[in-house]
DNA sequence: GCGTCGCATGCAAGCGCTTTCATCGAAGGG
DNA sequence: CCCTTCGATGAAAGCGCTTGCATGCGACGC
C-alpha cells in the first residue's frame, strides 16, 4: 500500500489515481474525454474504477464544471395523466443523454411555481421545462437574465419575445373541434373549461371555440362557459349546471378528457342519451376516452411524443448555448368518435 | 464600492457579506442557523440577500455540507396512475421539507433500476425511495455500505432483513378478497397477474390466492393464472385466453384495476354478464374502478397517504441516521362493488 | 542529428459553500 | 477591579472534482 489504503467512505477520484499510478487529472478526464488519454492509461484507470467501485461526487463534478447534467421539470401535477405519460417520455429521453430529472409540481399555482423556479434554478438545473407561457414578468425577467435554457411544453407560440416551446396550437386545434361540432348543426355550445386564470392553454381553447363561432356566424350569446377545477366529479356538476339552464346547450365542449367522462357520467345518470339529447366533446385522448361508452369524440394530444422531444431539444439547448431554439408545433387532430353526434332537432 | 462590485453571473456568497460587512461564515450561519448570530446582524445579511436576489449555489452546498436536500425515487413508471398519485403525494411532503425530489423510472427492468440506484446515490440523494423488495444482492449491499436511507413504498414486511417499508401487506390483502370471491361460491377462479419476475408486489398477491385457495380446501387445479404486461389491452387478451379453457373460471381476479378494466371491457365485448355470467375483481382502487360500469370490485390503497407518510419517514431517517426506522403497515381494506356477484349455478 | 511540433500527462488553482478553531469583547463572579 | 465564561464573529482549511497551463517525451522534417 503506498499510503492510506483508502480513507473510509466512497472511494474518490485521488483513490482511483493512486490505484492506477497517474494523476487526478488523467482519471477525470478518462472519464470526460476518453480520447484525450492513452488507450494503455485508460485501461488500467477503468480497471481501478471498476475495482473500487468508483462512482464520481455529482456535487463536487457540479461545482467544478459548472454543470449538473440535471434538467428541472414543473408541471402542474402528476396526477393528470397526460403530464404523467409526457414526463415519462421526457425522463426516458433524458436519461438516454446522461440527465437526470428534477421534478417539482406546482398545482396550478403561480406564486408555487416562481418558488420552483428559484429554486430548481439554485439547484443548478442545467435546463428547465415548464408548462404554458403564462408567467409574471418578473420571473420571465429572471430566467432571462440567468441565462438559463428552458422550453415551454404543452403550448406552441413562435412569437418572438416568447419562450422556445415545444407544444401545439391550443386555440387552432379547439377552434377546428369547434367547427366539427358546430358542422353538425349545433348552435347552443356549452363549455367545461380548466380554470383559466393561471393557465393559458385552458384559455386559448376557449378563444379558439369563441373564434370558430365568431366564424360561424353565431354569437357570444349562443356560448355558455363555466369554470371549474380539473376532476371528474366537477366535471359532473359543471354538466349539470349548464343543463340546468333554461335553454340547455345541445354541444358541450370540455376542456380535457377528465371533464368530459365526468361530464358525460353525469349525462347518464340524468338519464340523457349521448349523443341523441347532447354532444360531448373532450380534449387530450387519453386511454380512458376510448374505454367510457361511448368513446368520446376528443382531440388526440401526441404526449409521449412531446416529451421526448422536448427533452432532445433542451439537451440540445444546453449543449450549444447559441442555439436560438425554434418552436416546434406538433399535429394534434381531432378524433371523432361516439359522443359527438346531430343536434337534436 | 470596496472591491470589484461583482462578478458577472449570480451573487455569491461573498457578495452578500461584503454588501452587509460580515464574514462569508457570518452569512452561512444566518442562512442555516439564523439564532446563532445577532438580531441586528441577521437583519443587515438579510437585507444584503434581498438587494441581491442572492441564492445560494446547491452544488457547492452539498459538497461542503454533505447534504444535498434532495431525495431519489426510482418507480417502475409514472404511467400508472398509481404511481404517479404516491410520487406526488411523496413530492409534496418533501417540499415541505425543503427536499426536491430527483426521480427516475426503471420501466420494470430490474437492471435499469440499478443503474439508476447508483446514479442516484451518485448524485447525492440524502434518502431513496424504491418500490418493493425484490432486488439483487449486490444492490442490497451497496445501499447498506453507503448507508444511505432508503425506503420500500408499495410493500411491507417487517422482517429484520428487510429493508424498512412503507406499505401493505399484497398477500394478506389479496387473500382476503380471495376469501371474498369464494364465499360467493366461486371454485374455479382464474388469475390475471402483472409479470412477477422482478415483481415481488405481484408475487405476493398470487401467494395470497394461493393461500386462501388452500385454506377454502380448494385445490391448486381449481387455479389458472396468466402473467402478462400492465395495460389494457393486455388485461383484454389475458381475459379471452381464460374463457378459452374448456372449464372457463366463474370469477377473474387481477393483479391491479388496469387489467381488471381491460378484463371487464373484454367480457363485455364478448357478450358476458359481469358479474353474471362472470365475476371480475380489481386492485388499487383508481378513479377508474367507479367510472367503468359496473363499477369494480378491488381493494382501496390509499397511495396518497403512502406517499406523504414516505416522505416524512425518510426525511426522519436522513435526519436521525441512528433512528432504526421501523417498518408502517397501511390498511387496505376490500371494496365491494358490482363486478363481483355470486357464482352462476 | 537537431530543432520543433504535438500529444499525453501532471501540477495546482479554483468552483461556492460549510465548519472548525481562534479571537475578541461583554457580562458576571469573587 | 481582575479573572473567567460565554456568545458572536472571522480566518482559513477543506469538500471532490475540472481545467488552464506547464512539462516532458517521442516523432517528424530538413
Known amino acids: 500500500m503506498t499510503k492510506s489504503p483508502s480513507a473510509p467512505g466512497p472511494s474518490k477520484l485521488e483513490d482511483v489515481a493512486r490505484l492506477a499510478g497517474v494523476s487526478t487529472a488523467t482519471v477525470s478526464r478518462c472519464l470526460n474525454a476518453p480520447n484525450r ?4 492509461t485508460r485501461e488500467r484507470v477503468l480497471a481501478a474504477v471498476a ?3 468508483y462512482a464520481p461526487n455529482y456535487s463536487a463534478r457540479a461545482l467544478a464544471a459548472r454543470q449538473t447534467f440535471t434538467m428541472g421539470a414543473i408541471i402542474p401535477t402528476m396526477e393528470n395523466a397526460i403530464f404523467a405519460r409526457g414526463i415519462q417520455a421526457f425522463q426516458e429521453e433524458l436519461g438516454r443523454h446522461g440527465y437526470t430529472l428534477l421534478i ?3 398545482s396550478y399555482k403561480e406564486a408555487l411555481e416562481e418558488e420552483q423556479i428559484r429554486t430548481l434554478t439554485a439547484r443548478g438545473s442545467d435546463g428547465l421545462l415548464l ?3 403564462h408567467r409574471h414578468a418578473r420571473v420571465r425577467a429572471f430566467l432571462r437574465e440567468r441565462g438559463i435554457p428552458t422550453l415551454v411544453a404543452w403550448a406552441y407560440d413562435p412569437a418572438e419575445e416568447r419562450l422556445p416551446s415545444m407544444g401545439f396550437d391550443n386555440a387552432r386545434v379547439m377552434a377546428s373541434l369547434a367547427r366539427a361540432v358546430m358542422a353538425r348543426g349545433h348552435q347552443r355550445i356549452g363549455v367545461i373549461s380548466a380554470e383559466t386564470a393561471a393557465n393559458d392553454r385552458a384559455k386559448a381553447r376557449i378563444d379558439g371555440i369563441r373564434s370558430a363561432i365568431a366564424e360561424a356566424g353565431l354569437s357570444e350569446a349562443d356560448l355558455t362557459i363555466v369554470e371549474t377545477q380539473y376532476g371528474f366529479e366537477t366535471g359532473a356538476t359543471a354538466f349539470r349546471q349548464l343543463m340546468d339552464r333554461s335553454e340547455p346547450p345541445t354541444a358541450i365542449m370540455c376542456g380535457n378528457d377528465v371533464l368530459a367522462v365526468g361530464a ?5 345518470r340524468m338519464g340523457f342519451d349521448v349523443p341523441g339529447d347532447v354532444s360531448i366533446t373532450g380534449f387530450d385522448d387519453i386511454e380512458l376516452a376510448t374505454l367510457v361508452d361511448p368513446p368520446l369524440t376528443t382531440t388526440h394530444v401526441p404526449h409521449r411524443e412531446m416529451g421526448r422531444r422536448a427533452a432532445e431539444m433542451l439537451v440540445r439547448m444546453v449543449a450549444d448555448k447559441h442555439l436560438s431554439a425554434e418552436s416546434t408545433e406538433l399535429q394534434v387532430d381531432i378524433v371523432l368518435r361516439d359522443t359527438l353526434g346531430p343536434a337534436p332537432t
Open 51 to 53: 475495482t473500487l467501485g
Open 264 to 268: 358525460l357520467r353525469a349525462a347518464q
Open 104 to 106: 417539482a409540481s406546482s
Open 37 to 40: 488519454v492513452l488507450p494503455a
Open 131 to 133: 408548462i404554458g407561457h
